[in-house]
């Protein structure tokens, strides 16, 4: 099919969420682990989820200065985080990449999951995203960003990332996905977010502060409780070594 922009062949390797954040989440003698599509029971990820099939390497590359962009903002957020900081002060040049950044990992996601056509799952904002990606168009919808405060245990903060999904909040839909200790809500209608949502956004902040939230159990989250007790039950036993 080749690439989604421009129909070049081949196309490369896309990570979904970039490549490093995995990295940088990785904590000294422990793997990270995510649900397996098939049935109960866990995988250990390398480095997330890729997809081959959506840009060639030249538009693959036009993404890499919004990848690295959100990375070097997750790492720094997260480097904050591991040293015990309560509120996070998050430098933030360049807002509009950060903005980018979101915009390419939920744009990757939707058109990685509808086989190559994200107006399947973004509707008329696939084509408003491609353009902020590729054609540097002014379209700059709300971008929210916290912490979020899933605990394991009593001050133990989960170690979480969320591929892009629809979350609901007073009836009002927003993309999210969670990363490095962070939540990004991308909002793509020009409907107001609801008030108490309203002070994350950060489309013209320069430095962002981050508070801590009040700890939640994650087993009170439906969606999360139920993928986390699929995930609970052990893999089926494979034969290796073949
Ligand atoms: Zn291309």
Redo the contacts with the bound molecule.
Sequence with gaps: M???????SPTVKSHILPRALFHAMKREGQQLVAGRKDGPGYRVLQSGEWDDRL??A??EAALGGFDRYGVEFCREAKRQMDSGKRALEIPNPKPRALVGFACACIWRYAASRSGGRPERALGPYAQRLKEVLFEASDFSPLLLVSRHAYEIDAGETMNLAMLPHIYNEEELRFWRFIVCGLIFDLKLDNRPPPPAMATLAVNDLAEIHLFEDFPQKIMRQPALARSLQRMYRPPARTRRGR
Aim: net charge negative.
């Design positions: 080749g690439c989604l922009i421009c129909t070049t840009l060639c030249e538009h």
